[in-house]
Structures are given as C-alpha cells and as structure tokens.
C-alpha cells in the first residue's frame, strides 16, 4: 500500500528535523525553486547556489512557515532574497579583490622609484 504524503505532512516532519522529510520537500520543490533561482541570477551555476542557499533558509526557518498560506509563495520570498544576498556579497568579494591589488601596486610602484637613486 503505497499512501501519497501530502505537503502539509511533508512540512510537519521537516519542522521535526526530520532528514526524510526534508528530503521529501527538497525532491518536490527543486524544479519549481530552480525555474526561480535561474530568473535571478546569471548563470545556471550561480542559480544551484543561490537554491541551496534557500533550501538551507528554508530548513532552518521553517517554524515560521504558516500553514495557512502558500508554501510556494513563501519559498518564492526566501529564493530571492537568497539571490538578493548571493549578489550582495559577491559584490563585496569583488572590491576586496580590487583592493589587495591596489595596494600591491603602490608597494611596486615605491620598490621601483627607490631603485632610480631619487
């Protein structure tokens, strides 16, 4: 006897951290969440992480996930602010990046004046 689990149950074991469960959830939603994740985001590489990042939000937070509302809706919400965020810190790495290199310019540039015997 093979019974269907409906997503209310599905959700009621992911709020007992139950791993089966949130498999169940992660199974059923993934292609929803990554039709998603792709629209906001770059690449195909960049949606995956960006929907992994929410799965974990989702695991994490699912106690104030309420019932009486879509489920969808909200996974919708947590994907793009997953995107928000990936993006956000992307941008910060980035001018990081530039920094180092800007600093090791200047040490360069010094090395080189201090060689012509100014």
């Given at each position: 006897?093979?019974?269907?689990?409906?997503?209310?149950?599905?959700?009621?074991?992911?709020?007992?951290?139950?791993?089966?469960?949130?498999?169940?959830?992660?199974?059923?939603?993934?292609?929803?969440?990554?039709?998603?994740?792709?629209?906001?985001?770059?690449?195909?590489?960049?949606?995956?992480?960006?929907?992994?990042?929410?799965?974990?939000?989702?695991?994490k937070?699912?106690?104030?996930?309420?019932?009486?509302?879509?489920?969808?809706?909200?996974?919708?919400?947590?994907?793009?602010?997953?995107?928000?965020?990936?993006?956000?810190?992307?941008?910060?790495?980035?001018?990081?990046?530039?920094?180092?290199?800007?600093?090791?310019?200047?040490?360069k540039?010094?090395?080189?004046?201090?060689?012509?015997?100014?």
């Open positions: 006897m093979n019974r269907t689990v409906t997503i209310s149950e599905i959700i009621r074991k992911c709020k007992k951290c139950d791993p089966k469960g949130q498999r169940a959830l992660f199974d059923h939603f993934y292609s929803d969440g990554m039709r998603i994740a792709v629209r906001y985001s770059r690449t195909v590489e960049d949606a995956e992480e960006i929907l992994s990042s929410a799965f974990i939000r989702v695991f937070k699912i106690d104030l996930y309420n019932e009486g509302y879509s489920f969808m809706g909200w996974f919708r919400t947590i994907i793009i602010r997953a995107s928000s965020d990936f993006y956000r810190y992307e941008k910060k790495v980035y001018f990081s990046k530039i920094e180092d290199h800007q600093s090791e310019l200047v040490l540039d010094d090395h080189i004046i201090g060689n012509l015997g100014y």
